[in-house]
């Protein structure tokens, strides 16, 4: 009996580690789902050279954390794709010919704030983005 005791004394916190991490995981695996939400965002931003632009940027999630997106900046397009992992979402696109990539923050309302660059660039812009 002595050691049927130690024996589940020693399994009891193999089976609550194991129950906790298995609910970690979970709420890990859900979070990218809910971070932010299909449709269409306001954007508010700032180039690098510190000029100001509007418009508006369509998301589309395609898989359990990866969106397609599209930038509508006056008459340009800019499409791209993006992953999520909890409140972070970063997109890469190309702008012209040059790639570029995007790391936003995103709030409880789904509203999103962020910098992004151009590879080989040394400056940066901000971007905000609510939804409609």
């Known amino acids: ?8 004394r020693g399994l009891a916190p193999r ?9 970690g ?3 890990v695996l859900a979070a ?11 954007v ?15 998301i589309q999630q395609v ?8 930038w509508t900046i006056g008459q340009a397009q800019i ?4 992953m999520s992992v909890g409140r972070v979402f970063s997109i890469g696109f190309v702008l012209g010919e040059r790639p570029g990539m995007s790391i936003f923050e995103v709030a409880e309302d ?10 080989g660039s040394s400056a940066i812009g901000t971007e905000n983005l609510t939804p409609r």
Not at 2 to 8: C, E, Q, Y
Request: no cysteine.
């Open 32 to 42: 990218p789902a809910q971070a932010q939400r299909n449709g269409t965002y306001e």
């Open 1 to 8: 009996m002595k050691r049927f005791a130690t024996t589940v």
């Open 25 to 27: 995981l979970s709420a």
């Open 79 to 82: 499409e791209g794709y993006g």
């Open 63 to 70: 898989g359990l954390a990866s969106w397609r997106v599209r």
């Open 110 to 119: 789904g509203s999103m704030s962020g910098q992004w660059t151009l590879i």
């Open 44 to 58: 508010a931003g700032t180039n690098p050279d510190g000029s100001s632009y509007s418009g508006n940027i369509l």
């Open 15 to 23: 089976i609550l580690a194991a129950a906790l991490m298995a609910g």
